[in-house]
């Protein structure tokens, strides 16, 4: 009889431990979304945006001082709210481009970029991507006159390179205007219908990496380079403040302000949610074992595939512990599937157990990641280490059973269980 009492407290506590271990990952993954989600609002701050009505509406900053850059960048996050008309996003040029700098999105929905220098005398480049109704997008445009070059990137990703070498000329007679052609009273098809926000001007050409890299960080207006930032996040009054210096622009004909909802994160880090042993509920981490496989689950925010730097990885006791198992070539020992049935496929690596440095008593598994964007990501999932360190004997007699784990590993954790209460 006390042999049946006891398989039972056992089983007992093992369904108890899987399903603190269960809540304790839930809770782990929800923390997780919730701090990427919410980067920008964690102190309570909200991420407005100037929504234009497409009519009239556009932000006046006649007499801005840029300093009249050789080489200019230009970036934004746009919503079109319509297709078929010429949204002005960012101009100093004339209505005919023949001077300035403009980022526009023509009729077709793609993204220009022109720079210019007199009648005729412009490069223009376009995207080959059309910018999706409703959808907020970021946009780019860079004139490099080292190069001599006209660039258009859409999302961070350049989509046009067009030879052009003839600078760009600044009229005085020109006004910066967001939102609007340059003289608001021709040709009245051209305002912005849609909302935008966190535009940025810097006096160089920036590059690719960068674009990508800050363009979902917002900035704190120091940047070398930065020349004017217009962050949109008052949220009331008919003002746009400059970030970097006086440029501060007035909302004229009646925006309106709007909460933004593309995804701010922060500067420093970003949260994932991970899976250790993912398959079983509970995360056994046999000493004994070679290797461990853990999951980068995929979110809304968060494509695990396509987002991760895979080479980057490194997961153990602290997180920076070198343990991706690589195949003889060299390349990380990764699979791509769905493992929490969210028809999102996640990435799934293979670590060293001897590399990750875990000890018994250790609880907590931390992963960290490069994004290919340059932001480091984190994320943690509770662990439990059981076994003793694999020696070179165990090393022949295991092997790498990596795509094998679970069965195996529920072997391991029975045994230990009886071995452990008697
Ligand atoms: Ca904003
Ligand atoms: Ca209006
Ligand atoms: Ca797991
Ligand atoms: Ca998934």
């Not at 996003?89 to 720079?115: E, K």
């Not at 600044?170 to 098809?189: C, V």
């Not at 593309?262 to 949610?273: F, H, I, L, N, P």
């Not at 990380?332 to 028809?343: A, F, I, T, Y």
Request: charged share 25%; proline share 2%.
């Amino acid at each position: 009889m006390p042999g049946i009492v006891r398989v039972e407290r056992v089983r007992l506590e093992k369904i108890l431990r899987y399903a603190g271990l269960l809540l304790c990952f839930t809770l782990g993954f929800l923390a997780g979304l919730g701090g990427t989600v919410m980067a920008a609002q964690q102190d309570g701050d909200v991420n407005y945006a100037v929504l234009y009505d497409g009519y009239d509406d556009y932000v006046d900053l006649s007499g801005v001082a840029l300093g009249a850059p050789a080489s200019v960048t230009v970036e934004a996050w746009v919503r079109i709210d319509a297709l078929n008309k010429i949204h002005y996003l960012v101009t100093n040029a004339d209505n005919d481009f023949n001077d300035g700098f403009s980022l526009i999105v023509d009729q077709s929905g793609r993204v220009n970029f022109v720079a210019a220098s007199g009648l005729y005398v412009k490069g223009i480049a376009m995207s080959a991507t059309v910018l999706e109704v409703g959808q907020w997008q970021h946009v780019a445009g860079v004139y490099d006159a080292q190069e001599g070059v006209v660039k258009v990137y859409v999302n961070g990703l350049e989509e046009a390179a067009v030879p052009y070498a003839d600078g760009v000329r600044y009229l005085s007679a020109r006004d910066l205007k967001l939102g609007s052609q340059n003289k608001a009273f021709e040709r009245a098809g051209r305002y912005l219908k849609g909302a935008l926000d966190e535009v940025r001007i810097w006096n160089v050409a920036r590059q690719a990496d960068d674009i990508l890299a800050s363009m979902k960080v917002e900035l704190d207006g120091t940047e070398p380079n930065l020349v004017a930032y217009w962050q949109k996040n008052e949220g009331a009054g008919v003002s746009a403040a400059d970030k970097v210096g006086a440029n501060n622009g007035q909302l004229r004909m009646g925006p309106q302000w709007i909460e933004a909802t593309w995804r701010v994160v922060s500067e420093d880090q970003v949260q994932m949610a991970i899976d250790i042993k993912p398959g079983g509920n509970h995360n056994v981490v046999m000493l004994s074992r070679r290797t461990i496989p853990v999951a980068i689950l995929s979110s809304a925010d968060l494509d695990a595939l396509n987002e991760i730097d895979h080479s980057s990885l490194t997961f153990g006791r602290t997180g920076d512990e070198p343990s991706l198992e690589v195949s003889r070539r060299g390349r990380p020992k990764c699979n791509r599937r769905d493992v929490n049935h969210d028809g999102l496929r996640d990435l799934v690596c293979s670590f060293n157990i001897e590399a990750t440095g875990f000890d018994q008593g250790d609880t907590q598994g931390i992963l960290k990641a490069m994004m290919t964007s340059g932001t480091q990501v984190t994320g943690s999932d509770e662990v439990i280490v059981r076994g003793r360190r694999l020696t070179k004997r165990d090393d022949n007699k295991y092997g790498d059973k990596f795509g094998d784990w679970n069965a195996q590993d529920q072997d391991d954790d029975d045994k230990n269980n009886g071995r452990r209460r008697h």
